[in-house]
């Protein structure tokens, strides 16, 4: 008979629930990312799916609700982390890293559907915003307590 020693207020590591709090974060950026992209060009807001948009103000508008969606979404990867908030939110930014530098990558070198700087804001900006949603889920722990 073995028994599992845990020291008094820690919780043993949960693997499932971690990938899950990641993963629910990243699939909270990605759908409603696309979700305001698609209600953006439906409303002609946006040029239709596949042709170039150069305009320096759309452009703008989209990097600032996904830097918005990606704080939303490192916090929700906070909330939900069995434990350690801050590092499922950072793992959440080094997920978002990754995926956007071969995206950035392919879209810089083998397609024109709009400026450079834009994928590359993306790939700086995955981080920063992670690790600003595990502060905010931070702050609002302390001030709940």
Same mark, same amino acid.
């Given at each position: 008979?073995?028994?599992?020693?845990?020291?008094?207020?820690?919780?043993?590591?949960?693997?499932?629930?971690?990938?899950?709090?990641?993963?629910?974060?990243?699939?909270?950026?990605?759908?409603?990312?696309?979700?305001?992209?698609?209600?953006?060009?439906?409303?002609?807001?946006?040029?239709?799916?596949?042709? =170039?948009?150069?305009?320096? *103000?759309?452009? !703008?508008?989209?990097?600032?609700?996904?830097? &918005?969606? %990606? +704080?939303? #979404?490192?916090?929700?990867?906070?909330?939900?982390? =069995?434990?350690?908030?801050? *590092?499922?939110? !950072?793992?959440?930014?080094?997920?978002?890293? &990754?995926? %956007? +530098?071969? #995206?950035?990558?392919?879209?810089?070198?083998?397609?024109?559907?709009?400026?450079?700087?834009?994928?590359?804001?993306?790939?700086?900006?995955?981080?920063?915003?992670?690790?600003? #949603?595990?502060?905010?889920?931070?702050?609002?722990?302390?001030?709940?307590?």
């Amino acid at each position: 008979m073995t028994m599992q020693a845990t020291a008094m207020g820690t919780q043993p590591r949960n693997l499932w629930r971690s990938t899950g709090a990641v993963l629910l974060g990243f699939f909270t950026v990605v759908v409603i990312s696309l979700g305001t992209d698609e209600v953006l060009h439906l409303l002609k807001v946006y040029p239709p799916w596949g042709q =170039p948009m150069f305009e320096p *103000r759309l452009n !703008l508008l989209a990097l600032s609700y996904r830097i &918005v969606y %990606s +704080v939303i #979404g490192s916090y929700i990867a906070a909330r939900f982390a =069995p434990r350690n908030p801050m *590092r499922h939110a !950072l793992v959440l930014g080094i997920v978002g890293f &990754v995926v %956007s +530098v071969p #995206g950035a990558i392919f879209i810089i070198t083998h397609t024109n559907l709009g400026p450079a700087w834009f994928p590359i804001a993306i790939v700086l900006t995955a981080l920063p915003c992670a690790w600003l #949603g595990g502060v905010l889920y931070r702050m609002r722990q302390g001030s709940a307590a």
